[in-house]
């Protein structure tokens, strides 16, 4: 019983090079689907409004300020201008507190700008910077919002852990600013970016070959640069670069060959931000209906549901719940803990997953301290890490399979005496779940074939979206 649980998954969450071309193919299909019409694809291909990426050569004292998952980052830095780049950065991170992700608009920017002055106050104490003029400061949103410039963009919707009502709709550089004032802090926001466009220009500033800009963290989001001329939906005035950040909010694709579970559906059904007909699908009881509705189903943000931090954790928990509900392999346990909602977190999976110790003495004691699961048999935290390995390896052959279609939309999948294209990933599901990195780039390389390998290079961008609302805010305010 219990191994028929494990078998059915391992079979629901294949990913075979032949369906992993599929998703990158239909990918970049999305890709152009986006740039052509507003609203032409679930993948929005958003205007990023940035044309001009950093270069090394600009100078001077600029502010970051990240707003991403569950922390966010306040830093300062100073640029040196031509090769001496970063000469200094001061950073400071600050956990929200939970209760202001779904408070409301005015509560949560009032703290992150208290928050801010004071990290001002204490960086230019005894300095004489302060009243002279207004600080510049790029500012990272990693949320879906809709820019008509490069310091401005009304929030479309909240995701990951974030649900403030009043907020949405509303300039998220207004409110900011409205909230820096009030705490008479002066200071002007010169770039609304997200973490992925951040993570790009922070790559970008120390190597010109760098094409995309890619987040796995709590969430998962990428951004590339792309020709002006091949985005048909823009209107106005193209640029004298030619180019344009595009922020792809790729975390809601979708694609009929994505292998989505029976606990991938339950977890979408019951997320702060379900698929807008999943309660009609579980109200429907034909089967008939049900198997085409489970086709045409729009699951919202389905592809970072199966590929970012915030949910691989949770996915293993429900796997977990029903080995135990169905097999009885943990014995009489009390199921609290197991049925708690993301209770399981993807660190925890992450550490039993990487478990080199022969008896699994690591697998036994998270299972007990977290899930009050005690007494496993060797077979059973064996059978544990095996589902964690299913989960873990069709997220990062997914991603790996997302990177493959941007490569593909840029004319960078094939010939290798092309340009070198390096894609840049930050984020602590990349940085911290090693086994999910190397299988990402063993796929990327495996989809890719040995000769074009050779021109892709993947870089961990060690916290570029901070770095990177500075650089460009620097680059906004310098190159004109
Ligand atoms: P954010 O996405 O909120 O900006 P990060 O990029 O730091 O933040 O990513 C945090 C996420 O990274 C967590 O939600 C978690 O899922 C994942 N993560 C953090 N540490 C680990 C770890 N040791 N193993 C696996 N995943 C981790
Ligand atoms: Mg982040």
Redesign the pocket.
Known sequence: MAEQVVADLREKCATPPSLLCDVAAAMADEMCAGLGKEGGSRVQMLLSYVDKLPTGREEGLFYGL?L????FRVLKVQLGGNDKHVISCESREVAIPPHLMSGSSSELFGFIASELAKFVADEEKGTSLSNEKTRKLGFTF?FPVRQRSVASGTLVKWT?AFSIEDAVGKDVVAELQTAMQKQGLDMHVAALIN?AVGTLAGARYYDEDVVAGV?????TNAAYVEKANAIPKWEGELPNSGEMVINMEWGNFYSCHLPVTEYDQALDSESLNPGEQASLFYSLPVLAVEHWLNHILWFFQIYEKLT???Y??EIVRRVLLKLSLQSGIFGEIDHTKLKTHFHL???H???MHHDDTPNLKIVEEKLEEILEIASTSLETRKMVVEICDIVARRAARLAAAGLAGILKKLGRDGCVDKHRSVIAI????F???AK?SKCLEATLYELLGEQSSKSVVIKHADDG?GIGAALIAASQSQCR
């Open positions: 990240d991403g998952g569950t922390n990693s990951k973490d987040i796995f963290g709590t969430g970012s931090g915030m691989l954790g977190r993807t660190p999976i992450s550490a930050d984020g602590g599901l940085e911290h779940y999910f979206s």
